[in-house]
């Protein structure tokens, strides 16, 4: 082994690292959530199975072939040239196959969960893919990395219900707000690397305080959106609660980086507990609507799909 390689990881363990499985819970409360909103209680185990294998299949897509996109590039970056594509540790064939195989199942569960789920599903293929290449042409890469993420309730939506109710685009438009929040964030760490790699974000065009500053207007028009999608299906208390949970955690972090802007662990450490506030708060509004009860009946949208 040369002296440099580092240690020596298994193959299992370099796998996790070059899917960041890790990560994989800072999105995926979101996608539960949403799904126990359109069944409007227990979705069936089949419905589960299949939004859960397309929402991480679809992940998995993404991951692998911006790595396999961006493994120049990373070369070049400190932050990332020690990733198994750069190091050797794995091939760029790998990589595309790998790429390949999630998309076959993501396009596989679509199929099986209706129509319309697997006709929208090349759609979303192509977001997931584009967004390796959008940064060597615009700043608005990151909003369009926040577009991504924001598919998830529209696609939960259709997975379920087959269709798409209005209501769900505020939804839609809470989580781009809340996804290029996160992802603007996640791009201070890069400006540097980004300038002298020719690649474009927003913080590279507005410069780190400016960018912190939308971040905190992004995180209140999440909320906002979000609280009125609540309004709209006429969620109980609990929801609202989870929406405080993650104003309040979102609070603390914008004033945390805004003091130091290369914090940009922050958002990881903090974007999950947001996640998991959200999706308890629609589990009790969902399961306990009893709870803090918005009079005039049931909740609309909550209904079993027909």
Known sequence: MNAGAGPVRSRTHELGRFL???NLGLNLPFALAFLFLAAGGVPRPLTVALVVVAFVAARNAGHS?????????DAANPRTRDRALVAGRLSPAFALSLTAANAAVLLLAAYLLNPLAFALAPVALAMLLGYSYS????ALTTPFLGLVEAIVPAAVYIAVRGTLPPAVLLAVGG???WGTAFETVHSLGDVESDRSLGLFSLPQRLGARASLRLVAVLHGLALGLLAGFGVVLRLSAPYYAGLAVMAAVAAVSDVRLARDPTKVRVPFERHFVM???FLVGVLVAVFAPALGAVP???PAGL???G
């Not at 072939?65 to 590039?73: P, S």
């Not at 940064?135 to 615009?138: A, G, P, S, V, W």
Request: aromatic share 10%.
């Open 303 to 305: 209904a079993p799909p």
């Open 65 to 73: 072939f911006n790595r396999w996109a961006d493994r120049v590039l």
């Open 175 to 177: 989580l781009l707000a």
């Open 275 to 277: 996640a998991v506030a």
């Open 135 to 138: 940064k060597r042409f615009t």
């Open 296 to 298: 005039g009946g049931a």
């Open 20 to 22: 960041e499985v890790q």
